[in-house]
């Protein structure tokens, strides 16, 4: 029987070969940050398909299981997670305010460890999307602050 690996995982032994390449590869790609970006995603998924005979299932379930270990963070889920949020911070009458706006889009740029202003496009892409109006606020309250958000 093998020795458990030093990262704590007791399920080496159900792992073919190309799934252990696999996991070895999401490790690489994901070695100076955490969060695997979807095309990263999609061209890991791709060369464990064609290159590692790994069923595009059994690749997926590497994928997470490389999550629930907290080794990885996949981009599209924090992207649904943002939404999830942004939603939920509108409230009943789809409107967020500057100040939430900012918030979720600094949260939002933690998390995926880029730029905030490239995040506010994301956030604004996403209000676009859900029909989420941009709430009045200023001295004089306009909604100039969000048409300043260049759209991506």
Not at 21 to 28: D, N
Not at 65 to 71: D, I, L, R, T, V
Not at 107 to 133: H, N, T, W
């Amino acid at each position: 029987m093998r020795q458990a690996s030093q990262y704590g995982n007791n399920q080496d032994e159900y792992w073919s070969p190309g799934e252990e390449r696999l996991r070895q590869l999401v490790r690489l790609r994901t070695q100076r940050g955490r969060v695997l970006t979807a095309g990263d995603e999609d061209k890991l998924l791709e060369e464990a398909v064609t290159r590692l005979d790994v069923s595009l299932s059994r690749a997926r379930g590497v994928l997470y299981a490389e999550m629930q270990n907290g080794n990885i963070e996949l981009e599209t889920d924090i992207d649904d997670r943002m939404q999830e949020l942004v939603k939920s911070v509108a409230g009943a009458k789809d409107r967020l305010s500057r100040h939430d706006f900012e918030r979720i889009a600094v949260f939002y740029a933690s998390r995926l460890k880029s730029p905030v202003e490239a995040c506010r496009q994301k956030v604004k892409k996403i209000m676009e999307d859900e029909g989420i109006s941009p709430r009045r606020a200023g001295f004089i309250p306009s909604r100039s602050w969000y048409r300043r958000i260049k759209s991506s």
